[in-house]
C-alpha cells in the first residue's frame, strides 16, 4: 500500500442553499472592518446592494477593479486598500478571477508584500503542497460568494497574471483558502450564461482529469465520479431553463466536489496546465480553455487510461471520453476548437514552448516529453 496525505483546507463552513442575505450577516458579525471585492459588472447590481446591506456598518471599502486572470496590478491595489481600510475580513463577490485575486491580495498584506517583483517573486510551484495550517490565523480572512462554478473558494492557492509578460503565476499559503464559502443559486443568476457554463466546464475539468489520473485514490474517485454525474444532469438543465435554482445549486455543489479531490494528493494533468498557458498568453477565460482542451487531452491520453475514460464517457452518453466531452460541451453552445477563439495553427508552436517543464502538464497520465507532444495535443484542439 502506497503511504499518502489528505490534508483538509483551514476552511470552517460552507454553506448551501440559503440566500446570500440570510447567511453573510452572521459570517460578518464578528469582524471590524469589512471590505467587499466584486467587478464592475456586478459593483452596481441588486446582489452587490445586497451584500453591502448584509455587511451593514462594517463596510469599510468597495474594491471593484479586479479583471480577469487577477492581474498583478488589481491585486497589489486590492492589497492596498486592505491595509488602508485596516479590514480584518474581506467579502468576495464574483467568479474565480475576484476570488483568486482576493486570496493573493490577503497573502500579500500577510507578508508585507506591496510591489509586483516581491508579488511575483512570492509565487510557489505549481504542484507544491500547502503547508500545515496550525496556530493564529493571519487577518485579514476570507469569504467567499461565488458567482460561478470555477470552484477557486474551496482551495489554499491562487492563480495572479503578470499581463505585460503574458505569465501566470500561482500563490499558496494553507491560510488563503476562504474562511466560509457562501453558496447561493441565485447569486449566479447575474452570471451572464456561457460564463456560468463554461465554469462548469471547468468543475468538470478538475473532476475529470482526477478520475482518469494514473495515481487514483478512493476518496478523490468518490468525489470526482459523483461531480461529473452531477454536472452531466445539471449543466443541460441550467442551460434549458436559466432560471431553475435547483440545477444551479446542484452545479454548485458538484464544483465543489470537483476539486476535493486534489485534498487526497490525486493530481490533474494537461488539460489545466494549458489552460493556464492559453489563459496568460492569449487571455482566454480558464472556463473556455477546459472547452478546447479537455476533450483534446483525453483523446491523447487514451492509450494510457482508456478503462477510466470508458466509464467517464459512459456518464456522458457515449463511448470514448474525447468525443463524449466535445459533445457535451457543443450541446451547451459552448465553443470547443482553438480556431473559434481566433488562436491559429501557426500559434501552436509558440504556445507549446511556454512550458517550463513544471506540473500540472507535468503530472499528465500519460507523460509528457517536450513542446513536441503539447503541439500534438493542442493540434487536436485546432
Excluded at 193 to 216: K, M, Y
Amino acid at each position: 500500500m502506497t503511504a499518502s496525505l489528505h490534508q483538509w483546507p483551514a476552511q470552517g463552513r460552507v454553506h448551501h442553499g440559503a440566500p446570500l442575505a440570510q447567511v453573510l450577516p452572521r459570517e460578518v458579525e464578528d469582524a471590524g472592518r469589512v471590505v467587499l471585492v466584486t467587478t464592475r459588472s456586478l459593483a452596481d447590481g441588486a446582489l452587490a446592494a445586497s451584500a453591502k446591506a448584509a455587511i451593514g456598518p462594517r463596510l469599510a471599502g468597495v474594491f471593484s477593479a479586479m479583471r480577469a486572470h487577477s492581474p498583478v496590478e488589481d491585486v497589489l491595489a486590492l492589497a492596498a486598500l486592505l491595509r488602508d481600510a485596516e479590514a480584518d475580513l474581506v467579502v468576495a463577490l464574483g467568479g474565480g478571477s475576484v476570488i483568486d485575486g482576493s486570496k493573493v491580495a490577503c497573502m500579500a498584506v500577510w507578508r508585507g508584500i506591496a510591489e509586483a517583483g516581491s508579488l511575483i517573486a512570492a509565487a510557489a510551484s505549481r504542484g507544491a503542497a500547502p503547508g500545515f495550517w496550525d496556530g493564529a490565523a493571519p487577518a485579514p480572512r476570507l469569504v467567499a460568494v461565488p458567482t460561478t462554478l470555477s470552484a477557486a473558494e474551496f482551495a489554499p492557492h491562487a492563480g495572479y497574471t503578470d499581463l505585460a509578460a503574458g505569465w501566470k503565476y500561482r500563490a499558496l499559503d494553507p491560510w488563503m483558502v476562504p474562511r466560509a464559502v457562501l453558496l447561493d443559486p441565485a447569486a449566479t443568476l447575474e452570471t451572464p450564461a456561457a460564463l456560468f457554463l463554461s465554469s462548469g466546464i471547468r468543475a468538470l475539468d478538475h473532476a475529470a482529469e482526477r478520475w482518469c489520473s494514473t495515481e487514483p485514490l478512493p476518496f478523490s474517485d468518490a468525489v470526482s465520479r459523483q461531480a461529473m454525474v452531477m454536472l452531466a444532469e445539471n449543466l443541460p438543465r441550467a442551460h434549458r431553463d436559466p432560471r431553475d435554482l435547483a440545477a444551479r445549486g446542484a452545479c454548485q455543489q458538484a464544483a465543489w466536489l470537483s476539486v476535493m479531490g486534489g485534498w487526497a494528493g490525486v493530481p490533474v494533468g494537461a488539460s489545466h496546465g494549458l489552460g493556464y498557458i492559453l489563459g496568460a498568453a492569449r487571455g482566454v477565460p480558464h472556463g473556455i480553455t477546459s472547452c478546447l482542451m479537455l476533450h483534446a487531452v483525453m483523446r491523447w491520453n487514451a492509450p494510457v487510461n482508456e478503462r477510466r475514460q470508458r466509464e467517464l464517457a459512459h456518464i456522458f452518453g457515449g463511448e470514448e471520453a474525447g468525443p463524449a466531452i466535445e459533445a457535451f460541451v457543443r450541446g451547451l453552445g459552448l465553443p470547443t476548437r482553438l480556431s473559434e477563439q481566433g488562436i491559429t495553427k501557426a500559434e501552436i508552436p509558440g504556445l507549446a514552448a511556454r512550458w517550463t517543464g513544471d506540473a500540472p502538464i507535468a503530472t499528465n497520465p500519460r507523460r509528457i516529453g517536450g513542446a513536441a507532444d503539447l503541439e500534438a495535443i493542442l493540434h487536436l484542439a485546432a
